[in-house]
């Protein structure tokens, strides 16, 4: 499987962005994706997850509290698609954003517990 990011970029504090994730293949009944962020000199730290599994309709998510009621993690299903709506920027978001997936329910906020990554898009957030 392999994952590629894209639709990062720089932006104003305020501003938005959405970010895509292309996967490449269909990942199976029960899955978890989710977006990391990684800033210069810092650990890489869990934003928002996304869990699907036979119950789960459309999916269960989990955000970062530092995100919360400012970003939304979704998925396209049909078109293997993974996103993350980012509102009201904020300069502490600047980071590499990286998509990971894995099989079976994830912790949104633990990098070990995802097994396959994309390279990552680049967003920053000038104040």
């Known amino acids: 499987v392999k994952l590629v990011e894209s639709g990062g970029g720089s932006v104003q504090a305020g501003g938005s962005l959405r970010l895509s994730c292309a996967v490449s293949?269909?990942?199976?009944?029960?899955?978890?994706m989710a977006w990391f962020r990684q800033a210069p000199g810092k650990e890489r730290e869990g934003v928002a997850n996304?869990?699907?599994?036979?119950?789960?309709?459309?999916?269960?998510?989990a955000y970062a509290d530092s995100v919360k009621g400012r970003f939304t993690i979704s998925q396209d299903t049909a078109t293997n698609m993974l996103y993350l709506q980012m509102n009201s920027l904020k300069p502490e978001d600047t980071a590499m954003y990286y998509c990971?997936?894995?099989?079976?329910?994830?912790?949104?906020?633990?990098?070990?517990?995802?097994?396959?990554w994309g390279r990552g898009t680049q967003v920053t957030v000038s104040s």
């Open positions: 990971a997936a894995a099989g079976g329910r994830r912790s949104a906020l633990s990098p070990v517990e995802y097994d396959i």
């Open positions: 293949r269909y990942l199976g009944q029960t899955y978890s």
């Open positions: 996304i869990y699907t599994g036979i119950y789960t309709g459309g999916g269960n998510t």
